[in-house]
T-cell receptor, first 115, second 115 residues
Framework: DAGVTQSPTHLIKTRGQQVTLRCSPK?????VSWYQQALGQGPQFIFQ???????QRGNFPDRFSGHQFPNYSSELNVNALLLGDSALYLC??????????????FGPGTRLTVL | GENVEQHPSTLSVQEGDSAVIKCTYS??????FPWYKQELGKGPQLIID?????GEKKDQRIAVTLNKTAKHFSLHITETQPEDSAVYFC??????????????FGTGTRLLVSP
């Protein structure tokens, strides 16, 4: 049973460019969350997708957008890249169950470097 | 806003010693507290979690305690081994009726276990 997978593993971009990161959730999961982890920091919540809609959003600008596909996979898009966007981007998947705790399983992340 | 503070930032112990990591959360509505272990080049892996209706939970060498009044929770690792060396993150979450929850992470503790 494959866990959460992310691609690419590493990515180098220059300021002002746009980037798309991809995530496939763990088998049986229907909810995808994205987190940004700066070097030496804890992950910070970007947003969460369920049934192809954004359900929650953290304190990130509109340059960060996402999408979820019918097969539950997801993309994170970042426009107009800034040096400060350099980080490890983590995808986490879970199975939504209303009224209870939904364990989130993390992928290995995509390391984005903005030059 | 929601905030989770974590201490210490680094912890060095000898193999066989115990290690304790402490966290404090700000959102009194938080009711789910997972702990993650992150090894170099990997995504965070859930090692144990505790819910607000429980004061303590143990799983072999790992235990977590929760003090809701003080809004503190702690991770205890006994009989540490070199393979316990990693970065540990605490997190807090509010699990509600919608089934959508975001994790608010601490800043991490780098644990080094020397043989």
């Amino acid at each position: 049973d494959a866990g959460v997978t992310q691609s690419p593993t590493h990515l180098i971009k220059t300021r002002g460019q746009q980037v798309t990161l991809r995530c496939s959730p763990k088998s049986g999961h229907d909810t995808v969350s994205w987190y940004q982890q700066a070097l030496g920091q804890g992950p910070q919540f970007i947003f969460q997708y369920y049934e192809e809609e954004e359900r929650q959003r953290g304190n990130f600008p509109d340059r960060f957008s996402g999408h979820q596909f019918p097969n539950y996979s997801s993309e994170l898009n970042v426009n107009a890249l800034l040096l400060g966007d350099s980080a490890l981007y983590l995808c986490a998947s879970s199975l939504r169950t209303a009224g209870t705790y939904n364990e989130q399983f993390f992928g290995p992340g995509t390391r984005l470097t903005v030059l | 806003g929601e905030n989770v503070e974590q201490h210490p930032s680094t912890l060095s112990v000898q193999e066989g010693d115990s290690a304790v990591i402490k966290c404090t959360y700000s959102d009194s509505a938080s009711n789910y507290f997972p702990w993650y272990k992150q090894e170099l080049g990997k995504g965070p892996q859930l090692i144990i979690d505790i819910r607000s209706n429980v004061g303590e939970k143990k799983d072999q060498r790992i235990a977590v305690t929760l003090n809701k009044t003080a809004k503190h929770f702690s991770l205890h690792i006994t009989e540490t081994q070199p393979e316990d060396s990693a970065v540990y993150f605490c997190a807090a979450s509010r699990a509600g009726n919608t089934g959508f929850q975001k994790l608010v992470f601490g800043t991490g503790t780098r644990l080094l276990v020397s043989p």
